[in-house]
């Protein structure tokens, strides 16, 4: 699958080319919560770098983010740093929701080196201040010269069946009757299989048999990639401890309802529960079981 930018590596070590790419450029512009610059209707302002001339910012300052199709730059720059006021702020989830798919993109490429560069500012070697360079990649420790780049923390999110159903779950704090697959983060010596087996019996006592990999998806809150598995159990009963709320299976038909409400808030009367919203990886695991577990019972 093509990416929404090129993200044009061989361009961060050439600072001519990209004061060259600057002036024609857009630039995402984001508040120190990591939200976006818009307009009044909540579309994305991403004015260009000449623009911009009058701030405190600049190429400089600003991060590479690639090349579109059409050949123009993409920078992210703080809009602390730009002369430049925009009537609206966006989220990132709202973003993935409504923006189009390349002005999405482009957000949560942004996001996610805002959140590494203000928390890589002073080396963890040595306690130094940290530079930037490469467009805005790599970091370089002014004291002991340590590097350091984005990192990105792997994750898997498991839609598990027992060949009938469908085992779902909830935390706590999140929506009235929200349920979602489960999901948890890779630790150090494990492959992304037994990562499925030891997350799925850890936050719901269920002994996954085999697992299969269906896709990912970049997930920046704040920097994790989310791997998608499908995985076949035996029926155990769920015994949920300290990571969930709640999880028990739910039937073919259970999960068709749930998918037909939509993601519409909770109303009083209400019942039945809700699911993921679209944007997520989670709910297009879902929708890909019901799909498949519907095929099988049409045969």
Known sequence: MRAALDRADHLR????A???????ARVILLDESGQALADDEGRLLAPSGAE???GPGGVGAAVFLGLAPDGGGWFALESALAAFEAP???DLRGAAAHWPALHASVFAQARALQHWRTRNRHCGVCGGEVGFSRGGWQGRCTQCGAEHYPRTDPAVIVAVSDGERL???RQTGWPARRYSVLAGFVEPGESLEQTVAREVFEEAGVRVLRCSYQGSQPWPFPGALMLGFFAEAGP??????????????FSTQEVREAQARGERPPREG????LLSPSISISRWLIDRWLAAAEARAAR
């Open 13 to 16: 070590d050439q600072p001519e």
């Open 18 to 24: 990209l004061t060259a790419l600057w002036p024609q």
């Open 52 to 54: 911009l001339s009058a």
């Open 88 to 90: 609206r702020r966006v």
């Open 167 to 169: 085992l779902l779950g």
């Open 236 to 249: 155990d009963e769920p015994q949920v401890g300290d990571e969930l709320e709640e999880a028990r299976w």
């Open 270 to 273: 209400d019942e039945g529960p």
